[in-house]
């Protein structure tokens, strides 16, 4: 499944982006973490193994990578960044939508901001409920 998968390759930090070796372990640690919140239990408990990031589906593809962005984001600015998401979750099912929702607000929560632009009405009504601010243009 493409949960597995998603366990698999983040086991391996075969994350298909170009972060230096030295500073992959951190981030590769974080974005698991991440991850195995996202997908509802630890990426660890599946044994490592290579995958490309292409066999996974166009959405779990956005999850991943959106870990590994956060993750990035987090070890690169500690003191807080900002980040630019165009319909992240767009893929995503109703379940993964809510606990990526609580994911970015935590992010927020430490020092971050998060602009995320949307024409689906789902996910405006899921930041609202978590307390964004909205602005409708």
């Known amino acids: 499944t493409n949960a597995q998968l998603t366990r698999k390759i983040i086991a391996t930090g075969n994350t298909g982006i170009g972060v230096r070796k030295d500073r ?24 490592a193994e290579q995958y490309k990031i292409e066999k996974l589906s166009s959405g779990a593809q956005d999850q991943l990578l ?42 927020i929560e430490h020092g971050n901001q998060v602009v995320y632009l949307t024409s689906d009405d789902h996910t405006r009504d899921l930041f609202k409920e978590h307390g964004a601010k909205i602005t409708t243009i």
């Open 24 to 47: 992959t372990n951190n981030i590769v640690d974080t974005a698991s973490a991440i991850i195995g919140y996202i997908i509802g239990d630890s990426p660890n408990s599946f044994p």
């Open 66 to 107: 959106l870990c590994f962005r956060i993750s990035a984001l987090k070890k690169l600015y500690p003191e807080g960044s900002f980040l630019i998401l165009d319909d992240a979750f767009i893929f995503a099912d109703w379940n993964r939508r809510k606990k990526l929702v609580t994911l970015l607000k935590k992010f």
